[in-house]
């Protein structure tokens, strides 16, 4: 594979973005001289570290069917074709392979839905009890492999949205057709990716230097896909440059985007149990699918509101302007910003005065942006350049700094020692392996 290629692959993935911006370099072999000096400062930082990280540079993949599959092969006989990384494709496999012995994958109780011996008989299955069973047991564990198969699928595709936007729709070709927004979508998303750090500090501006001259280099050049770099940063200075078909088309794509995600909120909003005040995670309750799906939902509403803006649609919002979705925070990342003076943050208070966004969306509450405005006014926050009511600005450019090798949010400088960390589950909250540590204390 070239650069190109390569770098279409890490959309799909988490590279670090100094590694992006060696690929970037290699990419575009007519770069200018300035080009080249301002990539090529953050490139160099790919080899420190000769280049090794322990992080992982993918997002969580989800593991397909095909021991499921293969072990309800060698029961039934059955060579039927399944595509085994399809949850849709395994339910239907488990559902024409069980068809002989009356099962339903939506029937998959052990003690409820399996057939009694007149029920069997009436069915012509002539299986004794034993063999019936462990048919019954393999088809039930298959399909609730494809239950969770689709669960995680769904939750990457959550994470990636919220981190990335749309870049999982471009495809090869239309990505190698124009390199300079090929490689401006590859880093400015790498920027985007960066996992959080455990601080006071808000996350930072994925808009660099090395961004800002790639954007320039699509600005000045003819023929630029604005509307395949809209999949990845829908801001005004890219909208603008989409004709009405595109932009209507990318309005509907990250409206039904929101709503998804809205509607999964709801879901998991309903069994969590967490104060809308404080946004505390409790135990029990699934941050990270949580913070996932609020990611997404929060990146589509951006984008959404973004297009509306650019089309002068804002008004169809009506009374039915949806508000934002707060992550969940780790107590003690609270009790920080309490003891340094911060508190909750703002946004929470405003979250938690307004109607739920997936109520506001499916019609059972009303929420004008007047009434959006009032509370943003009440906690002290501007609605339009916090987000609330406008599409919010990235402001400055921001400068790189090589990323840090992260243990559960902690920078740690040799990432050698962040492995030994992670696998010792140093700042995660749980008791440390003193064994993986070689059995020492830790010092300070």
Avoid at 257 to 278: H, N, Y
Wanted: proline share 5%; hydrophobic share 45%; net charge positive.
């Amino acid at each position: 594979m070239d650069a190109l290629d390569r770098l279409h692959r890490s959309l799909d993935a988490r590279p670090r973005p100094e590694d992006v911006a060696v690929l970037v370099l290699e990419a575009l072999p007519s770069s200018t001289r300035r080009e080249r000096a301002v990539i090529n400062g953050v490139a160099a930082h790919a080899s420190r570290g000769l280049g090794f990280s322990g992080m992982s540079d993918d997002y969580s993949r989800p593991v397909g069917a095909a021991r499921q599959v293969a072990a309800t092969r060698r029961l039934f006989g059955t060579g039927d074709p399944v595509d085994t990384e399809d949850p849709l494709s395994v339910l239907e496999f488990a559902a024409l392979v069980g068809a002989g012995i009356g099962f339903d994958p939506a029937h998959t109780d052990f003690l409820a839905d399996r057939l009694n011996r007149a029920a069997r008989g009436e069915a012509g299955i002539e299986l004794s009890k034993r063999q019936y069973n462990r048919r019954f047991r393999v088809l039930r564990r298959l399909s609730a492999k494809a239950g969770r198969l689709g669960r995680t699928r769904d939750l990457r595709r959550a994470t990636l949205l919220g981190a990335a936007g749309f870049v999982d729709v471009i495809d090869r070709d239309r990505f190698r057709a124009d390199p300079a927004a090929a490689c401006f979508v590859a880093y400015f998303t790498a920027r985007r990716k960066l996992r959080r750090e455990f601080s006071l500090a808000g996350r930072e501006n994925p808009f660099d230097q090395v961004a800002d001259v790639l954007f320039e280099r699509c600005r000045a050049a003819a023929g630029t896909d604005w509307a395949m770099i809209a999949l990845a940063h829908p801001g005004w200075d890219v909208l603008r440059h989409l004709s009405a078909e595109q932009l209507g088309e990318l309005l509907g794509r990250w409206s039904a985007a929101t709503r998804s995600a809205a509607t999964v909120l709801a879901g998991l909003w309903r069994t969590s149990g967490v104060d809308r005040s404080t946004m505390i995670v409790r135990s029990g309750v699934d941050s990270s699918t949580w913070n996932a799906y609020a990611g997404a939902y929060n990146t589509a509403r951006t984008a959404w509101i973004a297009c509306l803006h650019a089309a002068g649609l804002t008004a169809l919002l009506g009374d039915s302007w949806p508000g934002k979705a707060m992550r969940l925070m780790a107590a003690d990342l609270t009790w920080w910003h309490e003891e340094m003076g911060n508190g909750v943050h703002p946004d929470t208070a405003v979250w938690a005065s307004l109607p739920l966004p997936w109520e506001v969306l499916d019609g059972t509450a009303s929420c004008p942006r007047s009434l959006v405005e009032a509370a943003c006014r009440t906690a002290g926050v501007d609605p339009e350049r916090s987000g609330w009511t406008a599409p919010r600005e990235h402001g400055l450019i921001a400068r790189f700094r090589p990323t840090p090798e992260l243990v559960h949010g902690v920078a740690v400088s040799d990432p050698l020692w962040a492995m030994a960390l992670r696998r010792a589950r140093v700042f995660s909250g749980k008791p440390v392996r003193g064994e993986v540590l070689g059995g020492q204390p830790l010092s300070g």
